[in-house]
Protein backbone atom coordinates (compact mmCIF):
# COMPACT_ATOMS: atom_id res chain seq x y z
CA UNK A 1 0.00 0.00 0.00
CA UNK A 2 0.86 3.63 -1.20
CA UNK A 3 0.90 6.80 1.89
CA UNK A 4 -2.42 6.53 3.19
CA UNK A 5 -3.00 2.65 2.62
CA UNK A 6 -6.35 3.64 1.20
CA UNK A 7 -7.54 1.32 -1.94
CA UNK A 8 -7.94 4.53 -3.57
CA UNK A 9 -3.68 4.58 -3.71
CA UNK A 10 -3.17 2.27 -5.37
CA UNK A 11 -6.03 3.29 -7.81
CA UNK A 12 -4.65 6.63 -8.40
CA UNK A 13 -1.15 5.26 -8.81
CA UNK A 14 -2.05 2.40 -11.52
CA UNK A 15 -4.37 5.03 -13.43
CA UNK A 16 -0.86 7.58 -13.39
CA UNK A 17 1.48 4.95 -14.16
CA UNK A 18 -1.38 4.17 -17.38
CA UNK A 19 -1.27 7.76 -18.52
CA UNK A 20 2.39 8.00 -18.25
CA UNK A 21 2.98 5.31 -20.76
CA UNK A 22 0.17 6.01 -22.90
CA UNK A 23 2.03 9.47 -23.49
CA UNK A 24 5.41 7.89 -23.98
CA UNK A 25 3.84 5.43 -26.60
CA UNK A 26 2.75 8.38 -28.43
CA UNK A 27 5.64 10.65 -27.93
CA UNK A 28 8.43 8.21 -29.20
CA UNK A 29 7.27 7.22 -32.06
CA UNK A 30 6.33 10.79 -32.97
CA UNK A 31 9.91 11.50 -32.43
CA UNK A 32 11.12 9.28 -34.66
CA UNK A 33 8.66 10.18 -37.85
CA UNK A 34 10.63 13.40 -36.63
CA UNK A 35 13.81 12.77 -36.94
CA UNK A 36 13.19 10.23 -40.09
CA UNK A 37 12.10 13.24 -41.84
CA UNK A 38 14.92 15.29 -40.58
CA UNK A 39 12.69 17.72 -38.58
CA UNK A 40 15.37 17.18 -36.34
CA UNK A 41 14.17 19.86 -33.69
CA UNK A 42 10.73 18.51 -33.43
CA UNK A 43 12.00 15.29 -32.58
CA UNK A 44 14.00 16.59 -29.50
CA UNK A 45 11.08 18.49 -28.65
CA UNK A 46 8.95 14.78 -28.54
CA UNK A 47 12.07 12.79 -26.77
CA UNK A 48 12.15 15.30 -24.21
CA UNK A 49 8.84 15.50 -23.43
CA UNK A 50 8.94 11.37 -23.58
CA UNK A 51 12.08 11.47 -20.88
CA UNK A 52 9.91 14.00 -18.35
CA UNK A 53 7.68 10.29 -18.03
CA UNK A 54 10.41 8.20 -18.30
CA UNK A 55 13.99 9.04 -17.32
CA UNK A 56 15.59 6.38 -16.80
CA UNK A 57 14.83 5.34 -20.47
CA UNK A 58 18.63 5.18 -22.32
CA UNK A 59 17.15 4.91 -25.72
CA UNK A 60 15.28 8.27 -25.14
CA UNK A 61 18.46 9.90 -24.69
CA UNK A 62 20.10 8.41 -27.19
CA UNK A 63 17.72 9.56 -29.80
CA UNK A 64 18.14 12.65 -28.59
CA UNK A 65 21.54 12.84 -28.62
CA UNK A 66 21.11 11.77 -32.15
CA UNK A 67 19.08 14.55 -32.89
CA UNK A 68 20.98 16.73 -31.32
CA UNK A 69 24.42 16.47 -33.05
CA UNK A 70 22.60 16.12 -36.19
CA UNK A 71 21.36 19.66 -35.27
CA UNK A 72 25.14 20.59 -35.02
CA UNK A 73 24.71 21.09 -30.73
CA UNK A 74 26.83 19.18 -30.17
CA UNK A 75 27.49 19.51 -26.30
CA UNK A 76 23.95 18.91 -25.28
CA UNK A 77 24.26 15.24 -27.80
CA UNK A 78 27.39 15.26 -25.66
CA UNK A 79 25.52 15.51 -22.61
CA UNK A 80 23.03 13.21 -23.37
CA UNK A 81 25.30 10.57 -24.36
CA UNK A 82 27.49 10.52 -21.47
CA UNK A 83 23.67 10.22 -19.38
CA UNK A 84 23.35 7.00 -21.52
CA UNK A 85 26.83 5.68 -20.68
CA UNK A 86 26.18 6.69 -16.90
CA UNK A 87 23.18 4.52 -16.56
CA UNK A 88 24.88 1.97 -18.95
CA UNK A 89 28.29 2.10 -19.60
CA UNK A 90 28.10 -0.69 -21.88
CA UNK A 91 26.09 0.46 -24.10
CA UNK A 92 27.21 0.73 -27.60
CA UNK A 93 25.07 3.09 -29.06
CA UNK A 94 25.56 5.82 -26.25
CA UNK A 95 29.40 5.28 -26.54
CA UNK A 96 29.26 6.11 -30.45
CA UNK A 97 26.45 9.19 -30.26
CA UNK A 98 29.19 10.40 -27.81
CA UNK A 99 31.77 9.68 -30.59
CA UNK A 100 29.62 12.00 -32.91
CA UNK A 101 29.17 14.42 -30.77
CA UNK A 102 32.94 15.06 -29.45
CA UNK A 103 34.07 14.96 -33.70
CA UNK A 104 31.90 17.62 -33.44
CA UNK A 105 33.30 19.56 -30.80
CA UNK A 106 36.40 18.64 -32.78
CA UNK A 107 38.03 16.77 -30.18
CA UNK A 108 39.18 14.43 -32.35
CA UNK A 109 41.59 12.30 -30.39
CA UNK A 110 38.68 11.50 -27.76
CA UNK A 111 36.38 11.05 -30.48
CA UNK A 112 38.58 8.64 -31.87
CA UNK A 113 38.93 6.73 -28.42
CA UNK A 114 35.12 6.19 -28.25
CA UNK A 115 35.01 4.83 -31.61
CA UNK A 116 37.91 2.69 -30.54
CA UNK A 117 35.15 1.68 -27.21
CA UNK A 118 32.72 0.66 -29.77
CA UNK A 119 35.10 -1.50 -31.53
CA UNK A 120 36.18 -3.56 -28.44
CA UNK A 121 32.48 -3.95 -27.77
CA UNK A 122 31.56 -4.97 -31.81
CA UNK A 123 34.23 -5.57 -33.82
CA UNK A 124 31.93 -5.88 -36.81
CA UNK A 125 30.41 -2.23 -36.50
CA UNK A 126 31.77 -0.73 -39.89
CA UNK A 127 30.38 2.96 -39.17
CA UNK A 128 32.45 2.96 -35.86
CA UNK A 129 35.75 1.82 -38.03
CA UNK A 130 34.96 4.46 -40.23
CA UNK A 131 34.27 7.09 -38.37
CA UNK A 132 37.73 6.12 -36.25
CA UNK A 133 39.90 6.28 -39.50
CA UNK A 134 38.13 9.64 -40.24
CA UNK A 135 39.28 10.97 -36.80
CA UNK A 136 42.83 9.72 -37.20
CA UNK A 137 42.39 11.60 -40.48
CA UNK A 138 41.39 15.08 -38.82
CA UNK A 139 43.50 14.05 -36.20
CA UNK A 140 46.50 13.99 -38.83
CA UNK A 141 45.57 17.06 -40.48
CA UNK A 142 45.21 19.23 -37.66
CA UNK A 143 48.40 18.34 -37.02
CA UNK A 144 49.97 19.10 -39.83
CA UNK A 145 48.25 22.87 -39.80
CA UNK A 146 49.89 23.38 -36.47
CA UNK A 147 53.46 24.53 -36.92
CA UNK A 148 55.89 22.53 -35.43
CA UNK A 149 58.08 24.86 -33.24
CA UNK A 150 61.33 23.10 -34.53
CA UNK A 151 60.68 24.33 -37.68
CA UNK A 152 59.75 27.74 -36.17
CA UNK A 153 63.23 27.91 -34.60
CA UNK A 154 64.63 26.70 -37.44
CA UNK A 155 63.24 29.34 -39.80
CA UNK A 156 64.19 31.94 -37.42
CA UNK A 157 67.91 31.29 -37.22
Request: include cysteine; glycine fraction near 6%; charge should be positive.
Amino acid sequence: MLSSGTKYDHFDFVFGRRELLEEVNVSVPRGNKWAHDGRYDLAVDCFTQAIQYNPTEIKLFGNRAFCLEKMQEYEKALADAELCLNMSPGWIKGLFRKGRALAGLKRYEEAAHAFQGVLKLDASCAEAAQEMMRMQILQLMVSQRRPRTNQVKAANL
